[in-house]
């Protein structure tokens, strides 16, 4: 939900787990302005009602008619078409074509109905789920009903059956276990599940167990599960050709040539057209998807990319180059929408054995991130477009609190001559030290520390370079290291493994990934601005995406617990608001900017929300877009 990028309906989500990769904006995350309005149930919980029409750039009567391909261009290919087992913001693009989620957000607090119908919940603690009774798998699976999400849940994603007490381990290494392993599922009617929480959870509706979630065939992975069947589950046809998907997307797969293009075709009977009209989900989804067929292309280099976008092969474009903006902005066939970015770009500090090992030490990564200049990499590189963050949440956020977070790399808090006596105080009580301008180590030798970027974008090696050319200053050897295309920098440096274990983003404490290095740049953050709970997975010591190895000196797991469990939302701010702080404070990565995306259209395509009235969840109702021209 990658990236990757994790986060619109299709774009925004990759990496709903919550990764994004540099500028392809995906999951895993999301957010906006709260505007949710309640009932009172008969079950003594809450039940959403919410409104889901609104104005758009467009009106039904404008011409919206079915034809046309949809066409982007990504710079690297999925990795899968198994969601057990990837979460990249590709592989979630091609995946979401074919498969919706439970539910999705317009707005903070603000659902929109897709396989869930509605929700009830009793004391922020037990949560009852409704499925539509439209939903259905490809023969010869049937419906698609609770038994399905409970088979899944409990023996895939790890969570518990009613009376049991021991965490399940995640046997098949699946990526939603750290979503589902501390959850109680269990059925509670043909179409109605129950998950119960160890501990009251406000905003459960906004975690990324349903918020994203899918579930599986139970008669497809069944036979898999009994015989423990992890290569059986990975290599299975149908979960790598999603023939499965019956109608729960706006889109059958239809071919996947590797490396090339990935193409996928309107889909017959779209479940949400059965419900067009109704409150939750607008009339112009009645004809939903209004596209004949709907196409990624693999095109590695930017530059070809871009070209493909100037000779309007592409409908669109996810997030221009910032140096390249006002010139595609003259083009007649293109227009421009700039919706906030909730992913945080940020230079990685390696604090595994396979990297330089001071990096362990908070007071070095200080040091490290006064040398470098936020505005420049903000306004030079990136021609302004972002805002200069400090932390792990975006100043739009209500979770900010700019008089708890420190800063680095800016005004008084940036510059060689104190990141220099920053570092020497640092390593003082080390064989490290400086002989001149040089920082060198017990043998006298100058530290040289490895950049690897991410390649497909011709900003991370200008960032790596800047890094370079700042950490000369105060004495430090910077070698830029093309790290390759995604796919590529995730096997080589960011997967860990022990000398026996499946390699997993975070394997341990005694981890290392398959190549060294010391910086990293190119993989953006969803920093859950919505329901920064999601965010856990990065900063905990044993969180699913902690590949760099941080070992918090702050409590973070206790104040993750405490904003999680708070019924209160003072309570619930505090807690964010001391964990926001230590991360600025202890500097696990050095949080570079927040930017927004620069997305460029085929001017003839039609229907997102009108000027002024979309943020960065614009995407939610994008099956109803369309060409006006075809």
Same mark, same amino acid.
């Given at each position: 939900?990658?990236?990757?990028?994790?986060?619109?309906?299709?774009?925004?989500?990759?990496?709903?787990?919550?990764?994004?990769?540099?500028?392809?904006?995906?999951?895993?995350?999301?957010?906006?302005?709260?505007?949710?309005?309640?009932?009172?149930?008969?079950?003594?919980?809450?039940?959403?009602?919410?409104?889901?029409?609104?104005?758009?750039?467009?009106?039904?009567?404008?011409?919206?008619?079915?034809?046309?391909?949809?066409?982007?261009?990504?710079?690297?290919?999925?990795?899968?078409?198994?969601?057990?087992?990837?979460?990249?913001?590709?592989?979630?693009?091609?995946?979401?074509?074919?498969?919706?989620? !439970?539910?999705? %957000?317009?707005?903070?607090?603000?659902?929109?109905?897709? @396989?869930?119908?509605?929700?009830?919940?009793? /004391?922020?603690?037990?949560?009852?789920?409704?499925?539509?009774?439209?939903?259905?798998?490809?023969?010869?699976?049937? $419906?698609?009903?609770?038994?399905?999400?409970?088979?899944?849940?409990?023996?895939?994603?790890? !969570?518990?059956?009613?009376?049991?007490?021991?965490?399940?381990?995640? @046997?098949?290494?699946?990526?939603?276990?750290?979503?589902?392993?501390?959850?109680?599922?269990?059925?509670?009617?043909?179409?109605?599940?129950?998950?119960?929480?160890?501990?009251?959870?406000?905003?459960?509706?906004?975690?990324?167990? %349903?918020?994203?979630?899918?579930?599986?065939?139970?008669?497809?992975?069944?036979?898999?599960?009994?015989?423990?069947?992890?290569?059986?589950?990975?290599?299975?046809?149908?979960?790598?050709?999603?023939?499965?998907?019956?109608?729960?997307?706006?889109?059958?797969?239809?071919? @996947?040539?590797?490396?090339?293009?990935?193409?996928?075709?309107?889909?017959?009977?779209?479940?949400?057209?059965?419900?067009?009209?109704?409150?939750?989900?607008?009339?112009?989804?009645?004809?939903?998807?209004?596209?004949?067929?709907?196409?990624?292309?693999?095109?590695?280099?930017?530059?070809?990319?871009?070209?493909?976008?100037?000779?309007?092969?592409?409908?669109?474009?996810?997030?221009?180059?910032?140096?390249?903006?006002?010139?595609? #902005?003259?083009?007649?066939?293109?227009?421009?929408?700039?919706?906030?970015?909730?992913?945080?770009?940020?230079?990685?500090?390696?604090?595994?054995?396979?990297?330089?090992?001071?990096?362990?030490?908070?007071?070095?990564?200080?040091?490290?991130?006064?040398?470098?200049?936020?505005?420049?990499?903000?306004?030079?590189?990136?021609?302004?477009?972002?805002?200069?963050?400090?932390?792990?949440?975006?100043?739009?956020?209500?979770?900010?609190?700019? $008089?708890?977070?420190? #800063?680095?790399?800016?005004?008084?808090?940036?510059?060689?001559?104190?990141?220099?006596?920053?570092?020497?105080?640092?390593?003082?009580?080390?064989?490290?030290?400086?002989?001149?301008?040089?920082?060198? /180590?017990?043998?006298?030798?100058?530290?040289?520390?490895?950049?690897?970027?991410?390649?497909?974008?011709?900003?991370?090696?200008?960032?790596?370079?800047?890094?370079?050319?700042?950490?000369?200053?105060?004495?430090?050897?910077?070698?830029?290291?093309?790290?390759?295309? %995604?796919?590529?920098?995730?096997?080589?440096?960011?997967?860990?493994?022990?000398?026996?274990?499946?390699?997993?983003?975070?394997?341990?404490?005694?981890?290392?990934?398959?190549?060294?290095?010391?910086?990293?740049?190119?993989?953006?953050?969803?920093?859950?601005?919505?329901?920064?709970?999601?965010?856990?997975?990065?900063?905990?010591?044993?969180?699913? %995406?902690?590949?760099?190895?941080?070992?918090?000196?702050?409590?973070m797991a206790d104040l993750y617990d405490t904003a999680q469990s708070a019924t209160d939302e003072k309570t619930r701010k505090e807690a964010f608001a001391k964990i926001f702080a230590a991360l600025s404070k202890e500097q696990p990565t050095n949080f570079l900017n927040f930017?927004?995306?620069?997305?460029?259209?085929?001017?003839?395509?039609?229907?997102?929300?009108?000027?002024?009235?979309?943020?960065?969840?614009?995407? @939610?109702?994008?099956?109803?877009?369309?060409?006006?021209?075809?």
């Open positions: 939900m990658p990236s990757g990028n994790t986060d619109k309906r299709i774009d925004r989500r990759s990496w709903l787990k919550a990764l994004g990769v540099g500028g392809a904006a995906g999951l895993a995350g999301c957010s906006g302005n709260q505007n949710q309005n309640t009932g009172t149930s008969d079950k003594g919980g809450t039940e959403t009602s919410e409104s889901t029409e609104e104005s758009t750039e467009a009106g039904d009567s404008s011409g919206r008619s079915i034809g046309g391909t949809y066409r982007e261009a990504l710079s690297a290919d999925a990795k899968s078409l198994n969601f057990l087992f990837h979460s990249d913001a590709n592989t979630t693009k091609f995946v979401d074509a074919t498969m919706d989620y !439970a539910y999705d %957000f317009k707005d903070i607090g603000e659902i929109v109905p897709m @396989w869930v119908e509605s929700y009830t919940e009793k /004391d922020k603690k037990e949560w009852t789920f409704t499925l539509r009774d439209n939903l259905r798998w490809s023969d010869p699976y049937g $419906d698609l009903t609770a038994e399905d999400w409970v088979y899944t849940a409990q023996n895939l994603y790890g !969570a518990k059956a009613p009376g049991e007490s021991k965490t399940k381990e995640n @046997w098949a290494g699946v990526v939603q276990y750290s979503d589902w392993k501390n959850l109680t599922i269990e059925k509670a009617g043909k179409r109605k599940l129950t998950v119960t929480l160890p501990e009251p959870q406000p905003a459960f509706i906004a975690s990324t167990a %349903f918020w994203g979630g899918r579930c599986l065939p139970k008669d497809l992975v069944k036979g898999y599960v009994e015989d423990k069947d992890i290569e059986g589950l990975k290599q299975d046809e149908e979960l790598n050709s999603l023939s499965y998907t019956g109608n729960l997307g706006p889109y059958d797969y239809e071919e @996947w040539q590797r490396e090339s293009r990935f193409v996928a075709t309107r889909a017959d009977d779209y479940y949400l057209r059965e419900v067009a009209g109704s409150e939750e989900i607008p009339e112009r989804f009645a004809e939903a998807p209004y596209f004949e067929k709907y196409e990624l292309k693999i095109i590695g280099e930017e530059s070809t990319r871009l070209a493909s976008l100037k000779e309007g092969d592409l409908t669109y474009f996810e997030d221009v180059p910032s140096q390249k903006v006002e010139q595609f #902005q003259q083009m007649d066939h293109l227009k421009f929408r700039f919706p906030p970015n909730p992913f945080c770009s940020m230079a990685y500090y390696n604090q595994r054995s396979n990297g330089w090992e001071m990096l362990q030490r908070k007071e070095v990564r200080r040091a490290l991130s006064t040398a470098v200049s936020k505005k420049a990499i903000a306004e030079n590189i990136y021609r302004g477009f972002p805002t200069v963050a400090h932390t792990f949440q975006p100043e739009w956020s209500p979770w900010y609190l700019t $008089d708890k977070v420190e #800063q680095f790399g800016i005004g008084d808090s940036y510059g060689s001559e104190k990141a220099r006596k920053m570092m020497k105080e640092a390593l003082s009580d080390t064989n490290y030290g400086y002989d001149g301008d040089k920082l060198v /180590d017990g043998n006298g030798e100058q530290v040289e520390l490895s950049f690897v970027y991410r390649a497909g974008s011709k900003n991370n090696q200008t960032v790596a370079e800047f890094f370079k050319q700042e950490l000369a200053k105060i004495g430090i050897k910077v070698a830029p290291t093309n790290g390759g295309p %995604f796919n590529t920098l995730q096997n080589k440096y960011m997967l860990t493994s022990t000398s026996d274990g499946t390699p997993s983003f975070n394997a341990g404490p005694d981890a290392t990934s398959q190549e060294p290095w010391d910086l990293m740049y190119g993989v953006a953050l969803n920093a859950y601005p919505i329901n920064p709970d999601g965010s856990r997975t990065f900063w905990v010591p044993d969180g699913g %995406f902690n590949f760099y190895g941080y070992e918090p000196e702050a409590p930017s927004v995306y620069k997305n460029a259209y085929d001017k003839n395509y039609m229907g997102m929300p009108a000027e002024g009235e979309f943020d960065y969840l614009e995407s @939610w109702d994008s099956t109803s877009w369309y060409l006006a021209k075809q």
